[in-house]
């Protein structure tokens, strides 16, 4: 399986892009769970997930009321819209895909446990 990311970009302050993640080939049980973000010189962290078990999502503090994800069942695929965007959020964005454990998809904050990754896109908020 490969997870496809898109929608990556140069946008102002207070702007506005929205992400995509894909998965296609031999899918299985992977599904992509969200959006893990890398910013140069600094650790990758969680930005948002949601599960496709019970549609839960989790926000990291810096992008609550900003950065909505959603998914599409038929396509495979999450979405992540960014708006009000902040110097801050310049960073290389990957998409991070797992597989059920025990019959059930569950959240994972960390980029460890997660089986499979997309080729990341640049998302760049000039000041």
């Known amino acids: 399986v490969q997870l496809q990311a898109s929608g990556g970009g140069l946008v102002q302050t207070g702007g506005s892009l929205r992400l995509s993640c894909a998965a296609s080939g031999r899918t299985s049980s992977i599904v992509p769970m969200g959006w893990f973000r890398q910013a140069p010189g600094k650790e990758r962290e969680v930005v948002t997930l949601i599960n496709w078990s019970d549609d839960s999502t989790y926000y990291v503090g810096s992008v609550k009321g900003r950065f909505t994800i959603s998914r599409d069942n038929a396509k495979i695929a999450v979405y992540l819209q960014m708006n009000n965007l902040k110097p801050e959020d310049t960073a290389v964005y990957y998409c991070?895909?797992?597989?059920?454990?025990?019959?059930?998809?569950?959240?994972?904050?960390?980029?460890?446990?997660?089986?499979?990754w997309g080729q990341g896109t640049l998302v760049t908020v000039s000041s």
């Open positions: 991070a895909g797992r597989t059920y454990r025990h019959g059930r998809y569950t959240l994972s904050l960390f980029p460890d446990e997660y089986d499979v």
